[in-house]
């Protein structure tokens, strides 16, 4: 156990390092890619050229080019302006980008990250202390690690038992949100068809994340 916890410290300084070099590593990048593109912007002024070499040692070159980006401003001007053409100049494409609220819901509806119930019978259950029951009404919000302190503190939980009825508590909470979601969209079918629906429609890339924290120097 005490060589694992070293290795443990050993990897997580280097990351640490390693992550801090990367940050001072891209800035001085942007620095010289800057340096390089005020030295091409003066070399290719007045000139139809559309890119330029810079030549280091050996085989090492770096190529700095001018592009345009199109963005309209009126389509409608467009498609006015080239008529019965349009079709041939300008792919119609629909696009859809989903807000997070909108992914959270999917994601646990195709996860199953939900657990059918009432968030006032499982308040009940934690406690028969009606003051301590409308508390937590108001203070339980899904937030796993929130809602674990909360149960210690307002109502005296151990911290496994807290963190039993915390995981409890967010997927009731999901259910009951999820519910409400299908309701105000008209869903006529049950629950698990929509469900079954959306498990049919999307995917869910599960993965993980590895986030790099430093102390700062005083």
């Known amino acids: ?16 390092k390693l992550t ?17 593109e005020k030295l091409a912007t003066d070399d290719l002024k007045d000139t139809k050229k559309k890119t330029i070499d810079y ?12 592009s345009e980006t199109v963005k309209p401003v009126s389509m ?6 080239l008529g019965s053409v349009f079709p041939d100049f300008v792919k119609e494409e629909t696009a859809y980008k989903m807000t997070e609220p909108c992914k959270r819901l999917l994601t646990l509806m195709a996860l199953g990250n939900y657990t059918e119930g009432s968030l006032d019978e ?5 406690t028969a202390d009606e003051k301590i029951q409308r508390t937590l009404k108001k203070k339980l919000k899904g937030k796993y690690e929130k809602d674990t302190e909360c149960l210690m503190k307002l109502a005296g939980l151990p911290e496994q038992e807290a ?6 508590t967010a997927e009731i909470i ?13 869903w006529q079918g049950t629950p698990q068809e929509a469900v079954e629906t959306i498990r049919a429609a999307i995917i869910v890339d599960e993965g993980i994340k590895v986030t790099v924290e430093a102390e700062k120097e005083k």
């Open 76 to 81: 409608t001007m467009v498609k006015k302006l």
């Open 55 to 66: 030549w280091g040692s050996g085989n090492c070159r770096v190529v700095v080019g001018n």
């Open 20 to 36: 801090g070099e990367q940050g001072r590593i891209k800035a001085e990048i942007e620095e010289i890619k800057a340096w390089f």
């Open 122 to 126: 499982t308040i009940r259950a934690i």
């Open 174 to 186: 999901n259910w009951e949100w999820m519910l409400q979601i299908l309701k105000a969209a008209g």
């Open 1 to 16: 156990m005490m060589a694992e916890a070293a290795q443990i410290k050993e990897k997580a300084d280097r990351l640490v």
């Open 163 to 168: 963190s039993d009825w915390a995981y409890l």
